[in-house]
């Protein structure tokens, strides 16, 4: 059964310090999404793509955020510097497309920690 | 008020207990609605979804959805140790208008005792 892949599944890193994750969605699927859950609460979004296009980023702190999906297959999240509000499990999902009834497959999640 | 209110426990039940999950909304305009269990350390997985109102059956979990209430419902049948995770509501109105990205309830966290 084909999975979403992400990388690293866990990193420590220092405040100050750039941390970087690696997305790889379903084969076929266009549509790519970062979340970020904090413990004890609901993911959120922070970034979607539409293949290689930016379809929503309004939650995404792009002062210190980026994200990219330059062939439009699979993606990087990037965080610099980063400070300890930051730690989080930060996870990848994909769909086929946006449609009401496209079903979000969502990969294992980098759990970061800040210290 | 957020938009998705999910009591975050944590719920105890022995084996074989009958589970009842519950969400409620304020968003009118999301149409459909989604269980995704999510195991410790793991990401979420989607369990049952429905569109609009009504009940959806699937082996031993049902999930119902009152739009007129506002309110979601996931119910375990004779649930199993298995079962205990964390428990996540969803939903998403239509694509193109501006409640189309999903909305996350907190989460409930299960146990499911032997």
């Known amino acids: 059964e084909a999975e979403v892949a992400q990388s690293p599944r866990y990193k420590i890193t220092e405040k100050s310090q750039a941390v970087a994750f690696w997305c790889d969605p379903i084969s076929g699927h266009a549509t790519l999404y970062w979340y970020r859950q904090i413990l004890g609460q609901g993911p959120e979004l922070l970034v979607q793509f539409q293949d290689e296009s930016v379809v929503d980023d309004s939650q995404l702190p792009k002062d210190r955020f980026s994200a990219e999906r330059l062939k439009g297959v699979d993606s990087t999240l990037k965080i610099q510097p980063a400070e300890l509000g930051d730690s989080a499990m930060y996870l990848c999902a994909s769909s086929l497309g946006t449609g009401g009834w496209e079903t979000q497959y969502f990969g294992p999640g980098t759990r970061l920690l800040v210290l | 008020q957020k938009e998705v209110e999910q009591d975050p426990g944590p719920l105890s039940v022995p084996e074989g207990a009958i589970v009842s999950l519950n969400c409620t909304y304020s968003n009118s305009a999301f149409q459909y609605f989604m269980w995704y269990r999510q195991y410790s350390r793991k990401g979420p997985e989607l369990l049952m979804y429905?569109?609009?109102?009504g009940n959806k059956e699937d082996g031993r979990f049902t999930a119902q959805v009152d739009k007129s209430s506002k309110y979601i419902s996931l119910f375990i049948r004779d649930s199993q140790p298995s079962d205990s995770a964390t428990y996540l509501c969803a939903m998403k109105g239509d694509s193109g208008g501006s409640n189309y990205k999903l909305t996350f309830g907190k989460g409930t966290l299960l146990t499911v005792n032997p």
């Open positions: 429905t569109y609009s109102s």
